[in-house]
Nanobody, 123 residues
Framework: QVQLVESGGGSVQAGGSLRLSCAASGYIYSTYCMGWFRQIPGKEREGVAAIYIGGGYTYYANSVKGRFTISQDNANTLYLQMNSLKPEDTAVYYC?????????????????WGQGTQVTVSS
């Protein structure tokens, strides 16, 4: 059983930065895809970024490309560095694990989810 725990959320002014972390316990297969999603009330969960654990390939939503960076370390921790934050980035951010990255934008393909961490960006 895999457990994911996010941390690092908070409040920041527009233009600022935050770094989210996701600590994974349990066994994550090297073929797995780790992703970050975000959600605001009343809207569907939106894919932000993903990384293929085995090869380090990364994927980004157009809305965050050039501002966000997804990365991982050898200690089963996933990161999301968020720079040049905008008010529209305000959401609850979730990390998740899926067997494949080919469908990384589809939240239904993810098998494990964290509890989420709030990010609030003020103008």
């Amino acid at each position: 059983q895999v457990q994911l725990v996010e941390s690092g959320g908070g409040s920041v002014q527009a233009g600022g930065s935050l770094r989210l972390s996701c600590a994974a316990s349990g066994y994550i297969y090297s073929t797995y895809c780790m992703g970050w999603f975000r959600q605001i009330p009343g809207k569907e969960r939106e894919g932000v970024a993903a990384i293929y654990i085995g090869g380090g390939y990364t994927y980004y939503a157009n809305s965050v490309k050039g501002r966000f960076t997804i990365s991982q370390d050898n200690a089963n921790t996933l990161y999301l560095q968020m720079n040049s934050l905008k008010p529209e980035d305000t959401a609850v951010y979730y990390c998740a694990a899926a067997p494949l990255c080919s469908t990384w934008l589809n939240p239904d393909k993810y098998r494990y989810w964290g509890q989420g961490t709030q990010v609030t960006v003020s103008s």
